[in-house]
């Protein structure tokens, strides 16, 4: 059975970069995936797609972020990342890590809370 875990920091101040890791286990990266992306939900708001990154590398993000954000994979470390640019108190979120097989099944990381405030 596949699982995600997300990692990185709780709390980051305002102008500077959040980065979070998910770190796949109990399966390789290089197998019949489709695609590794992140999610967001703000409080009291609903799930916000952010961007993915496709098996052959490709990146795809939300035009709402895509100035600011880079999705990364590392398949020799069964990792992907998030860097997003330039934080406000707006980014403040739980933050999802999502795995996607060609055959249209999702896994999901069970979410951090990531609070950007000085």
């Known amino acids: 059975q596949v699982q995600l875990q997300e990692s990185g920091p709780g709390l980051v101040k305002p102008s500077q970069t959040l980065s979070l890791t998910c770190a796949v286990g109990?399966?390789?990266?290089?197998?019949?995936?489709?695609?590794w992306g992140w999610i967001r939900q703000p409080p009291e708001k609903g799930l916000e797609w952010m961007g993915m990154i496709g098996s052959d590398g490709e990146t795809y993000y939300s035009p709402s972020l895509e100035r600011r954000i880079v999705i990364s994979m590392d398949t020799s470390k069964n990792q992907f990342s998030l860097q997003l640019d330039s934080v406000t108190p707006e980014d403040t979120a739980v933050y999802y890590c999502?795995?996607?097989?060609?055959?249209?099944?999702?896994?999901w990381g069970q979410g951090t809370q990531v609070t950007v405030s000085s």
């Open positions: 999502n795995a996607r097989t060609y055959r249209g099944k999702d896994y």
């Open positions: 109990g399966g390789s990266m290089r197998g019949s995936w489709y695609a």
